[in-house]
């Protein structure tokens, strides 16, 4: 068993910032890929960020040059820096990592998400 748990929304004015965080704890032999994605309401889920075992990161061009995505891999843990934040970021956050158990199986895990909410 597998768990993702995200922490850090909350509600900030445009341009302002916030910091998620995705622990995970369980039965985790090793973490590949790891992600942060959003959903809005009526609208489809969107990846928003993503970064390999190694720390490469890959962001959707929405967010380029605003949100930081990062990992610990000591702790298991990846976090999401968002800065200047806009009104069209407002979603549900979730974190989804690439894991392989100590059972030996493979899966990909999501979080509870963590609403994230830009508003004057």
């Known amino acids: 068993q597998v768990q993702l748990v995200e922490s850090g929304g909350g509600l900030v004015q445009p341009g302002g910032s916030l910091r998620l965080s995705c622990s995970t704890s369980?039965?985790?032999?090793?973490?590949?890929?790891m992600g942060w994605y959003r959903q809005a309401p009526g609208k489809q889920r969107e990846l928003v960020a993503s970064?390999?075992?190694?720390?490469?990161?890959n962001y959707a061009d929405s967010v380029k040059g605003r949100f930081t995505i990062s990992r610990d891999n000591a702790k298991n843990t990846v976090y999401l820096q968002m800065n200047s934040l806009e009104p069209e970021d407002t979603a549900v956050y979730y974190c989804?990592?690439?894991?392989?158990?100590?059972?030996?199986?493979?899966?990909?895990?999501w979080g509870q998400g963590t609403q994230v909410t830009v508003s004057s």
């Open positions: 989804n990592g690439d894991v392989r158990t100590r059972s030996g199986w493979r899966n990909d895990y």
């Open positions: 369980g039965s985790i032999l090793v973490i590949y890929g």
């Open positions: 970064i390999t075992a190694g720390g490469s990161p």
